[in-house]
């Protein structure tokens, strides 16, 4: 089993719709949840960061983290066709001895929003 | 330059020769991670620096996977004796300071084929 799971998608929406997108982990000790969003042929982008715990809101986004499920989300509003995207969702733990915050990604949700 | 910036975007090679894949990080960004992205996967962990010093190597699939930051900015990964397995994309991320939890920002990859 994978320490995080995403479902790979795709996933299609009209646009307009809301877009739920959800990971789930087994490390307890995860503390630290991104999303990114990834076009083809480019690198991750970072759009929520968020420590423990809680919603966080950036216009149209939306991270929750529920840690006593194991459960993270990512809500997307009016959703628009340059979203269309591979969204990750990627944790991390307080570093060991290493000190590293190495990031445990999902494999990718696919979204395309229809016009 | 305001992002990441890796070159060779792509590079092709037979397989058994060295590649060299080249990092130049966010100016002033103390951490600097390589992940490897298989087709339709995640970014995978390869290996973490702290300025010059390597801190955690854990990541690298095998002997053949070196990387170094020298002078603790511009970092290489250094792929020898190159397999068709090790065909995928090479992402490398900086952070302010992953000592804190700062969050990665990654370049737009190196796209290595072994033919």
């Known amino acids: 089993q994978k320490e995080v799971e995403q479902d790979p998608g795709p996933l299609s929406v009209p646009e307009g719709a809301i877009v739920s997108l959800n990971c789930t982990y087994s490390?307890?000790?995860?503390?630290?949840f991104m999303w990114y969003r990834q076009y083809s042929r480019k690198g991750p982008e970072l759009l929520m960061y968020?420590?423990?715990?809680g919603n966080k809101e950036d216009g149209r986004f939306t991270a929750q983290v529920d840690k006593s499920s194991k459960y993270i989300s990512l809500f997307i509003r009016d959703s628009q066709p340059s979203d269309s995207a591979t969204y990750l969702c990627?944790?991390?733990?307080?570093?060991?001895?290493?000190?590293?915050?190495?990031?445990?990604f999902g494999t990718g949700t696919r979204l395309k929003v229809l016009a | 330059g305001a992002g990441v910036s890796q070159s060779p975007r792509y590079k092709v090679a037979k397989r058994g020769q060295d590649v060299a894949l080249r990092c130049d990080p966010i100016?002033?960004?103390?951490?600097l991670f390589w992940y490897q992205q298989a087709l339709g996967q995640g970014p995978e962990f390869l290996t973490y620096?702290?300025?010059?010093?390597?801190?955690?190597k854990s990541g690298l699939p095998s002997d053949r996977f070196f990387a170094e930051r020298p002078e603790g900015s511009v970092s290489t990964l250094k792929i020898q004796r190159t397999q068709q397995e090790d065909s995928a994309v090479y992402l490398c991320?900086?952070?302010?300071?992953?000592?804190?939890?700062?969050?990665?920002?990654f370049g737009d990859g190196t796209r290595l084929s072994i033919l």
């Open positions: 100016s002033g960004h103390v951490s």
């Open positions: 968020t420590y423990s715990s």
């Open positions: 490390n307890s000790a995860f503390q630290y």
């Open positions: 990627a944790m991390s733990a307080r570093p060991g001895t290493s000190g590293t915050y190495k990031y445990i």
């Open positions: 991320a900086s952070s302010l300071d992953a000592g804190i939890g700062q969050p990665q920002h």
């Open positions: 620096f702290q300025n010059e010093a390597q801190l955690d």
